[in-house]
Every structure is written in C-alpha cells, then in structure tokens.
C-alpha cells in the first residue's frame, strides 16, 4: 500500500505548523524533478514561508515548478505571483486568467484547489498533498485546516501498482488545467495589478500572522515561535531566583528562555538588551490580579517579574515549577506544582514536542 499521513492543523488548540510540516516532509522523503502546485489563492507571505521551508531540501533548487494560482475575487495578491515566477525554473499560470481580467476578477465558477504533486520522470515515484489550506502563512501555521499525503516509491509493488494508475489517470487533470491557464507573464501581472484591490479581512492580516511576518529578525523560529504563542500553558522550573528584592527576601524575576515572549502575546522581533517588551496580566491562584512586566534583560533571556512573593504570590518562588495559564488576551493565571503535577504537565508537552531544557539543567514545557 501507498504510504498516507495525515495532518489536521488547529491553532486554537495547539496544532500548529502541521500543514507546512506535512509538505515539506513528503517532499524530504522523494527525490522530485518536478513539482507542481494548484492553490485557490496565495499571498506573498504563504510563498516566503513555503521557500524557506524548502530551502534545505536537495531536490528543490533544480526542479521544475510549475504553479496553477487562481485569481478569483482578487484574493490572492500580486506580489505573491510576482515572487513564484521569480524562482529558479519556475512558471506560473492562472486558471481561466484572461477570462477574469475582463470579468473584474469575477469567475464563472471557482478554482478551488490544494494539491501540491512531485514527481520524478525517470522513474515512478509519486508524492501528492491534498487539503484545505490555501499557500498563505495562516494556511500554512495556524488555520483549521486539514490535509493527507500520499507517497509511492519505486520499485512499486503489483499490490500499488492499480492505486497508482488510478492516480496517474485522474492527474490528466492537471495536463488539461495548465495548457488552457493563462501565463503569467509581465503584461498579465501588470494587468491584474491595475485592477487588484487588497481584500478585507485577509486571512494573512490577523495580528498574530503580522507580528511574525513583519521582521526578518527574530528571537525564534517561526515553527516554535507559534506553537508557544498558541499555546495554553506554559510552565517551567525554577530553582533559586535571583534576589532582586535583597537578600533575605525572595526573588520574583523569573529568567525564560528568549522568545518566551511570544507566549506572553508579544513580538518576536529582535530587541536590544534590558528592553521592557511590554506588561501582562498575572494572577496567582486567587489573588488580586497584577500587571507585570516581560523584559529582554542583560543576560539575554525573557524576563518576566511575578507577583511579589508574600503579597500578591506564595512566600516564595525557589525550588519549585510555576505553571501559566493563558486566561485570555494577554492575561495570565499561574500556580505551583504540587504533587505529580510536573510529571503531567512534562509528559503532555513531550507529546505535543514542546518539552525542552537549559544548558544549566532547567526544564521547561508548553502544552494545550
């Protein structure tokens, strides 16, 4: 039997970067000459995204590619078109393009695709992806989206070998879909261009989308950068804090890793040292709530300052594990283990891949 996975996507609930993830390892696993790719739309954010993820992979900078982009409604922008026939060995044409530049972006019917196909033409192999999502950053990250991939590798077995032709029959759609799609070439961009106006609300506008798009330096990656910001706890150990509040009085500056910042609802743009990145909302247990900082401090870590120890948080935070709960937008609830709690909450965030450690020893976790 063909290899299948599937990938179903919801920031919500901390599913994020499935989508990219199951695209680029269905790549990763076949030597492709040729790829081909089918969207309902794309923005210019979705394409850098989708590049970068393809930089590492041996296969990407010599193949074919080949791009059927729809541009009905004028949902997906003209950079983004630009930019896909700016690659190396890349094409681009538009279904019923022509057709929809005299009609104002109006469609007979819609060009609703998602499949993303690789091939190599001196042998069988075939890999396709199919799903919802649309080549936008959302799509690709953060959206409900759901997808499967489907791999044959050569040398195909007799049991493979009727699955594959099926496939290979019904891809004549593609071969029909290209030769009749308008090119993109200079004079179509500048004609959809003239006429194209930015659509409100956009998918790839949403705050969250923006804070990771509109750097290029950044504290984190963009895969880890959105899972700890989608993510509903976040909890890490202790030991000893440092004594701000002098030296028979317990600490309340918490060192995270950087990039925890995200997590706290805040950009992951790089910042210079000792910068105040912005206050949160913070309550322990039921305690009165408190705005508290998050700064990026002299030794190069996240900072954030707890409610005092003895006033608005326990006696004391040393030797222990704090757990946040995000309670909504920007607003936080956190409580100390007690008991098994460490080992439930690091066993749920191994699960979910976001279980990690300092070079000092301290773990930390994020799940949802």
């Not at 794309?42 to 590619?65: Q, V, Y």
């Not at 044959?152 to 029959?169: D, F, I, M, R, Y």
């Not at 937008?329 to 979910?352: C, N």
Request: overall charge positive; glycine content about 8%; hydrophobic content about 35%.
């Amino acid at each position: 039997m063909p290899i299948q996975k599937y990938f179903l996507q919801d920031a919500s609930i901390g599913r994020t970067s499935r989508i990219c993830a199951g695209i680029t390892g269905l790549a990763q696993s076949i030597e492709f000459s040729r790829m081909r790719v089918a969207v309902a739309y794309a923005t210019l954010s979705g394409c850098h995204e989708l590049t970068a993820a393809f930089g590492n992979i041996t296969s990407w900078g010599h193949a074919e590619k080949q791009w059927l982009i729809s541009i009905d409604f004028g949902i997906t922008q003209p950079e983004a078109l630009k930019f896909l026939t700016n690659l190396p060995n890349s094409s681009v044409r538009v279904p019923n393009g022509a057709y929809l530049l005299k009609k104002k972006l109006k469609p007979r019917q819609s060009f609703h695709a998602k499949t993303y196909i690789f091939d190599n033409e001196g042998n069988h192999d075939l890999a396709i992806f199919t799903g919802s999502a649309n080549l936008t950053f959302s799509g690709l990250h953060l959206n409900a989206e759901h997808g499967i991939s489907t791999l044959w590798e050569s040398p195909v077995k007799a049991a493979e070998k009727k699955s594959l032709k099926t496939v290979q029959e019904e891809l004549e759609w593609w071969s029909d879909n290209w030769e009749k799609a308008t090119p993109c070439d200079l004079s179509f961009l500048k004609a959809y261009a003239k006429i194209w106006k930015p659509q409100a609300p956009s998918e790839d506008a949403t705050d969250l989308v923006k804070k990771f798009t509109a750097t290029q330096k950044t504290e984190i990656s963009t895969l880890n950068g959105l899972a700890w910001a989608t993510a509903r706890y976040f909890w890490i150990e202790t030991h000893d804090l440092y004594k701000n509040r002098g030296a028979k009085e317990a600490g309340n500056q918490l060192d995270c890793a950087r990039g925890t910042r995200t997590y706290f609802g805040f950009s992951p743009a790089k910042v210079p040292k000792n910068t105040v990145i912005g206050e949160v909302s913070i309550q322990y247990e039921k305690k009165p709530t408190q705005m508290r900082s998050v700064r990026f401090a002299n030794n190069q870590m996240d900072k954030v300052n707890l409610p005092i120890p003895g006033q608005e948080g326990p006696p004391s935070y040393d030797q222990t594990c704090i757990l946040f709960e995000r309670i909504g937008d920007q607003q936080f609830r956190i409580k100390l283990a007690k008991g098994s709690d460490l080992t439930r909450w690091s066993k749920k965030s191994k699960e979910q891949g976001l279980y990690y450690q300092f070079t000092g020893g301290r773990n930390y976790g994020f799940f949802s």
